[in-house]
């Protein structure tokens, strides 16, 4: 990281110059305003759409135009095996193996059939712990959850809440909830990254303290996949879910993803709904009664892969392919760090960074929390052409993503807001 920064076009302009993933900028459309395309960044809501979804989605429908039905065997990327283009992408991004991940469904509906498989409350223990101002789709997946099995939510469900005048909340204070819950535990199910504050969990801490309760550990990493380096194998992670959207590039409502740890992908006695393209490939087709799920996490598949809901993800993943999530996390670092010191400059609007300044707690998220003002500084960073997320009541998130932000457009938001009197 560097030592200093400076407050300029030409130290900006610099940083690009010597960035190796600057040429990546080139593959992604832009919106425009007054001409020119925008400082975007709004990655961690909706990401920008590669150049070559076009490309490939002619692609498909030609396919289907020439072959109709005979398209699952014989289209350039046969439909019968479509999901298979993602495994090993989506592997090295989540650190996983292969067979451990899958492209399928959207992410609550994957949500909602990975609880229905490890939340199986016994007993006393039945209770979750989730953060405290998750995601709504996560709070509403656990509270209906908890009802199916004629739980309470307001028992069941245990919250984990940043202490008194604290904006982010403490691993230690995870761990000791998780300790106190003991033996009523069944399930933690955590953000990965909070969408709101953009703090980064200890996810591998978080899951030894679930699996020392007994219970198990599932995260929601939309805000993390393709933000930051996952190794979910090796830290025995349960299970996790994600959409494909934000970092991924791959289009509104697109295709989401899952990882199940291949010790209960092998496991017959974990439950899970069937789903005629979660059965075995080789007898799917037989058309014959009795579920026998693949021996992988493709098992939680449903129905057949949506083609062309995925074009944009097989695109946005070539993508990463070629950039490294590496490479991708060390620009993010230097990018978010220089972001971050240009916003400490801005003393005369009313606002607290909210996000952790240690770079391994976070991804490439700064959230901004005004006193006040906040909508009118959001309103002029918008009529600006900078393009930045805002969330009720009072916070503003800028998100510098590293496959197509660049160190001239914080500049370039850093002047708007200096411009704001």
Same mark, same amino acid.
């Given at each position: 990281?560097?030592?200093? $920064?400076?407050?300029?076009?030409?130290?900006?302009?610099?940083?690009?110059?010597?960035?190796?993933? !600057?040429?990546?900028?080139?593959?992604?459309?832009?919106?425009?305003?007054?001409?020119?395309?925008?400082?975007?960044?709004?990655?961690?809501?909706?990401?920008?759409?590669?150049?070559?979804?076009?490309?490939?989605?002619?692609?498909?429908?030609?396919?289907?135009?020439? $072959?109709?039905?005979? +398209?699952?065997?014989?289209?350039?990327?046969?439909?019968?095996?479509?999901?298979?283009?993602?495994?090993?992408?989506?592997?090295?991004?989540?650190?996983?193996?292969?067979?451990?991940?899958?492209?399928?469904?959207?992410?609550?509906?994957?949500?909602?059939?990975?609880?229905?498989?490890?939340?199986?409350?016994?007993?006393?223990?039945?209770?979750?712990?989730?953060?405290?101002?998750?995601?709504?789709?996560?709070? $509403?997946?656990?509270?209906?959850?908890?009802?199916?099995?004629?739980?309470?939510?307001?028992?069941?469900?245990?919250?984990?809440?940043?202490?008194?005048?604290?904006?982010?909340?403490?691993?230690?204070?995870?761990?000791?909830?998780?300790?106190?819950?003991?033996?009523?535990?069944?399930?933690?199910?955590?953000?990965?990254?909070? $969408?709101?504050?953009?703090?980064?969990?200890?996810?591998?801490?978080?899951?030894?303290?679930?699996?020392?309760?007994?219970?198990?550990?599932?995260?929601?990493?939309?805000?993390?996949?393709? @933000?930051?380096?996952?190794?979910?194998?090796?830290?025995?992670?349960?299970?996790?879910?994600?959409?494909?959207?934000?970092?991924? @590039?791959?289009?509104?409502?697109?295709?989401?993803?899952?990882?199940?740890?291949?010790?209960?992908?092998?496991?017959?006695?974990?439950?899970?709904?069937?789903?005629?393209? +979660? @059965?075995?490939?080789?007898?799917?087709?037989?058309?014959?009664?009795?579920?026998?799920?693949?021996?992988?996490?493709?098992?939680?598949?449903?129905?057949?892969?949506?083609?062309?809901?995925?074009?944009?993800? @097989?695109?946005?993943?070539?993508? !990463?392919?070629?950039?490294?999530?590496?490479?991708?996390?060390?620009?993010?670092?230097?990018?978010?760090?220089?972001?971050?010191?240009?916003?400490?400059?801005?003393?005369?609007?009313?606002?607290?960074?909210?996000?952790?300044?240690?770079?391994?707690?976070?991804?490439?998220?700064?959230?901004?929390?005004?006193?006040?003002?906040?909508?009118?500084?959001?309103?002029?960073?918008?009529?600006?052409?900078?393009?930045?997320?805002?969330?009720?009541?009072?916070?503003?998130?800028?998100?510098?993503?590293?496959?197509?932000?660049?160190?001239?457009?914080?500049?370039?938001?850093?002047?708007?807001?200096?411009?704001?009197?």
């Amino acid at each position: 990281m560097p030592t200093s $920064y400076e407050a300029s076009l030409s130290y900006a302009q610099s940083q690009d110059e010597i960035d190796i993933l !600057f040429p990546f900028r080139e593959r992604f459309h832009f919106p425009k305003h007054e001409g020119k395309d925008v400082a975007y960044f709004c990655g961690n809501s909706l990401g920008l759409q590669p150049k070559s979804v076009g490309y490939l989605m002619q692609q498909e429908l030609d396919d289907w135009a020439k $072959y109709g039905v005979e +398209g699952h065997f014989e289209a350039r990327n046969p439909w019968f095996s479509y999901h298979h283009l993602f495994s090993e992408r989506l592997a090295k991004i989540v650190g996983a193996k292969k067979e451990e991940v899958v492209a399928t469904n959207t992410l609550t509906v994957n949500l909602h059939l990975l609880m229905l498989s490890f939340y199986r409350p016994q007993g006393k223990r039945y209770k979750i712990l989730m953060e405290a101002g998750a995601f709504p789709s996560d709070q $509403y997946a656990v509270e209906t959850q908890v009802r199916m099995y004629g739980f309470d939510p307001e028992d069941a469900i245990i919250e984990i809440s940043p202490k008194e005048g604290a904006y982010i909340t403490e691993e230690e204070d995870i761990i000791q909830k998780i300790e106190e819950a003991g033996e009523s535990l069944a399930l933690v199910m955590i953000g990965g990254v909070n $969408y709101y504050t953009g703090q980064f969990f200890d996810l591998k801490r978080i899951t030894e303290a679930a699996h020392k309760a007994g219970a198990y550990a599932g995260f929601d990493l939309a805000h993390a996949v393709g @933000n930051i380096p996952l190794q979910l194998h090796d830290w025995t992670v349960d299970f996790a879910c994600w959409c494909s959207y934000k970092y991924m @590039n791959s289009g509104p409502g697109g295709i989401g993803g899952l990882y199940v740890h291949e010790h209960h992908c092998s496991n017959p006695k974990i439950f899970r709904l069937g789903g005629w393209w +979660g @059965n075995d490939e080789k007898t799917r087709f037989k058309m014959e009664k009795g579920f026998i799920p693949q021996n992988n996490a493709g098992s939680w598949q449903m129905s057949n892969a949506p083609v062309f809901n995925m074009v944009a993800h @097989n695109a946005a993943l070539d993508i !990463f392919d070629k950039a490294g999530i590496a490479a991708l996390r060390e620009k993010s670092e230097r990018m978010t760090g220089y972001m971050e010191w240009l916003l400490k400059q801005v003393k005369h609007l009313p606002f607290t960074i909210i996000t952790p300044a240690d770079p391994k707690r976070r991804g490439c998220q700064l959230s901004m929390l005004f006193g006040d003002r906040g909508r009118e500084v959001f309103d002029k960073l918008t009529n600006a052409g900078v393009v930045a997320d805002w969330r009720e009541p009072n916070v503003i998130r800028i998100a510098p993503v590293p496959l197509y932000n660049t160190f001239e457009d914080c500049y370039r938001l850093y002047e708007v807001l200096m411009s704001i009197e």
